[in-house]
């Protein structure tokens, strides 16, 4: 599976950290930023594949899963650390769950929004995989 976890350089001070994303640790471009908040802990966020879109997702607060699948397996993977980021590239499908209170997802990705880039049917994902 094409995933990787990457460290986002901190600054320790005592009077707070600072995490920095900079061109140096996100392999690529970044042309869109967003975030989730205030999503229930019983909602799931996600449900599709990118084309050809990669994202990096940081828990900037509290904790999530990224259940994580390509087709042949599935890997879960929590993030809870705001120094911690999640590289997806695409043909991976991905679904947020387990959300704490008060979490924030942070997505850096390496488009701007295209919805033609988006696969949203778990079917659809697997036909064009093996399309590949």
């Known amino acids: 599976m094409n995933i990787k976890i990457i460290d986002i350089p901190k600054i320790e ?3 707070g950290n600072i995490g920095v994303v900079q061109k140096e640790v996100i392999p690529f471009d970044i042309k869109r930023v967003y975030y989730l908040f205030d999503v ?3 909602a799931k966020r996600g449900g ?3 084309k050809s879109l990669s994202q990096v997702l940081i828990a900037l607060s509290g904790s999530f899963d990224v259940v994580l699948k390509d087709g042949n ?3 879960t993977i929590t993030l809870n650390k705001p120094d911690k980021g999640l ?3 695409s043909t991976i499908w991905r ?3 387990n959300f704490s209170s008060g979490a924030v997802c942070l997505v850096l990705a390496s488009a701007i929004y295209n919805e ?3 696969i949203r049917d778990f079917d659809e994902f697997i036909q064009y995989l093996n399309n590949l």
């Open 116 to 118: 033609n880039d988006y």
């Open 48 to 50: 599709h594949a990118h």
């Open 13 to 15: 001070r005592p009077e």
């Open 95 to 97: 679904e947020l769950e």
């Open 73 to 75: 397996s599935t890997q």
């Open 87 to 89: 590289l997806i590239d």
């Open 40 to 42: 229930p802990s019983s």
